[in-house]
């Protein structure tokens, strides 16, 4: 017979961490089942002078997507926030990227406006750093960054891994003129059908002064 309603208030179970109550059909009730799509805090890492701020470990079969949120990221010396990607553990970032990237900003003097695509910050099978934001942020209070990296299916063996990024860095790249309020959108695949393992952030140029970073996995159910 199906269940029509159900008196919530009356259903025993043990309250667990990242879980929901669920109906289990083969037995016949409700039980505590894992939350589909729900985000699970997996490494959390924060700059100090940092020459790269890495995630080697982690990265595996367990989550469809990771997600990286950035916060106060704050560069030691006038550069552009960059990522890379490993599929040896870390111990080399080298794999080819194919991207795009585009911007938007506005300045504080409401005077300058733009949206544009992003030539230089792209990459056509590049092995170098990914930048990200789609500009340079200088080292005043003013200059700091946020946002997040998306990365699918790392640990697939059949297909090419997709990232997707908004990070928004206040531009003020002299330092001395009208900082920006300023929005890069970044896009691309991981040409490698190797597992992605690794997963490294860093400045162009210098250290992360200060910043945080923390890793998600989110699973499909």
Same mark, same amino acid.
């Given at each position: 017979?199906?269940?029509?309603?159900? +008196?919530?208030?009356?259903?025993?179970?043990? &309250?667990?961490?990242?879980?929901?109550?669920?109906?289990?059909?083969?037995? #016949?009730?409700?039980?505590?089942?894992?939350?589909?799509?729900?985000?699970?805090? !997996?490494?959390?890492?924060?700059?100090?002078? $940092?020459?790269? !701020?890495?995630?080697?470990?982690?990265? %595996?079969?367990?989550?469809?997507?990771?997600?990286?949120?950035?916060? +106060?990221?704050?560069?030691?010396?006038? *550069?552009?926030?960059?990522?890379?990607? $490993?599929? %040896?553990?870390? *111990?080399?970032?080298? !794999?080819?990227?194919?991207?795009?990237?585009?911007?938007?900003?506005?300045?504080?003097? =409401?005077?300058?406006?733009?949206?544009?695509?992003?030539?230089?910050?792209?990459?056509?099978?590049?092995?170098?750093?990914? &930048?990200?934001?789609? +500009?340079?942020?200088?080292?005043?209070?003013?200059?700091?960054?946020?946002?997040?990296?998306? !990365?699918? =299916?790392?640990? $697939?063996?059949?297909?090419?891994?997709?990232?997707? *990024?908004?990070?928004? &860095?206040?531009?003020?790249?002299? %330092?001395?003129?009208? &900082?920006?309020?300023?929005?890069?959108?970044?896009?691309?695949?991981? #040409?490698?059908?190797?597992?992605?393992?690794?997963?490294?952030?860093?400045? $162009?140029?210098? #250290?992360?002064?200060?910043?945080?970073?923390?890793?998600?996995?989110?699973? =499909?159910?």
């Amino acid at each position: 017979m199906a269940i029509s309603k159900a +008196d919530f208030n009356n259903i025993n179970i043990t &309250p667990t961490a990242s879980k929901a109550i669920k109906w289990n059909a083969s037995a #016949n009730g409700f039980e505590a089942g894992a939350l589909g799509g729900s985000m699970t805090l !997996l490494a959390t890492q924060t700059a100090s002078g $940092s020459a790269t !701020l890495s995630f080697t470990s982690g990265i %595996d079969s367990t989550y469809k997507k990771y997600v990286f949120k950035f916060t +106060d990221i704050h560069p030691a010396a006038i *550069s552009y926030f960059s990522v890379n990607f $490993s599929d %040896d553990g870390g *111990s080399n970032y080298d !794999l080819a990227k194919t991207s795009s990237s585009f911007i938007a900003y506005h300045d504080e003097a =409401d005077s300058a406006t733009r949206l544009t695509y992003r030539t230089g910050y792209d990459l056509g099978q590049g092995t170098g750093v990914q &930048p990200l934001g789609g +500009d340079t942020m200088g080292v005043t209070n003013d200059n700091c960054g946020a946002g997040h990296l998306d !990365l699918y =299916d790392p640990s $697939s063996t059949t297909f090419v891994k997709h990232f997707i *990024s908004r990070f928004s &860095p206040n531009y003020n790249a002299s %330092d001395g003129s009208t &900082p920006y309020a300023h929005d890069g959108f970044t896009a691309g695949y991981i #040409n490698t059908t190797a597992a992605v393992t690794a997963v490294q952030f860093a400045m $162009s140029t210098g #250290n992360i002064d200060v910043g945080t970073i923390k890793m998600y996995g989110i699973k =499909d159910s």
